[in-house]
């Protein structure tokens, strides 16, 4: 049964720092890993997808890295904003296929201090 | 990227009434669509799997005769929270997918819902 986890639960930065979350998962044959931004009492943004083909995925000031040996995903967010403050969510197909049902790790919430 | 829209994005209602989510795929057919709550600082869960056609699958410990889920049509999945209670106060959000023409799933913006 695949299983996702994120460590640190929450962080706190002062604004322009890099910081790194991670994310681990138990049964490596993913297709895909997913990394997801939510703000309090809203939906999802989803902010990068990477494929198991792919070691990492860069968007703006994002950028995830995939470990399907290990089982291990990091987002890397360089000069960090206030607007950054959120919750971020790494989540991977559960099923057989690359459209399946999503485990998502608790999330880390990321505090961002102007 | 694929578009899922989820109405309403917020709902108020009175315990014991009954109150129905709509999830709809717009620019694309989704055979398969998924529901999930977050109940206040925790994650998502899944709640059930729908196929178009077909009943839902639900995860164990979610009462299927409470969360009523149709999806009769390839852009269209309603959830219904019947009898609806304090305790049902959450979060919900779908997501819609397609076998074979989409590597990832689709969210909608979610639906917060408070019985009072």
């Known amino acids: 049964k695949q299983e996702v986890t994120q460590i640190p639960a929450a962080l706190s930065v002062p604004e322009g720092e890099n910081l790194v979350l991670n994310c681990s998962f138990t049964?490596?044959?993913?297709?895909?890993l997913q990394w997801f931004r939510q703000d309090p009492g809203k939906g999802l943004t989803s902010l990068l997808l990477?494929?198991?083909?792919?070691r990492e995925q860069t968007s703006g000031r994002l950028n995830a890295s995939l470990d399907k040996s290990s089982g291990r995903s990091t987002l890397y967010i360089a000069a960090s904003q206030p607007g950054d403050s959120a919750t971020y969510l790494c989540?991977?197909?559960?099923?057989?296929?690359?459209?399946?049902?999503?485990?998502f790790g608790p999330g880390t919430s990321l505090s961002v201090i102007p | 990227g694929a578009v899922v829209s989820q109405h309403p994005s917020w709902v108020i209602c009175k315990s014991g009434t009954s109150v129905k989510i709509e999830c709809r795929s717009l620019?694309?057919?989704?055979?398969?669509m998924f529901w999930y709550r977050q109940f206040p600082k925790q994650s998502l869960m899944l709640m059930a799997t729908?196929?178009?056609?077909?009943?839902?699958?639900?995860e164990q410990g979610v009462e299927k005769d409470k969360f009523l889920i149709n999806h009769a049509s390839l852009t269209l999945s309603t959830l219904t929270v019947t009898s609806a209670h304090p305790e049902d106060s959450s979060f919900y959000i779908c997501?819609?997918?397609?076998?074979?023409?989409?590597?990832?799933?689709?969210f909608g913006q979610g639906t917060r819902l408070t019985v009072v």
């Open positions: 997501s819609a997918s397609v076998a074979g023409q989409r590597t990832e799933a689709f």
């Open positions: 049964d490596s044959a993913i297709y895909n």
């Open positions: 990477i494929q198991s083909s792919q």
């Open positions: 989540a991977v197909p559960g099923g057989k296929t690359s459209y399946d049902k999503v485990i």
């Open positions: 620019d694309f057919q989704a055979t398969t």
């Open positions: 729908s196929n178009e056609g077909s009943k839902a699958t639900y």
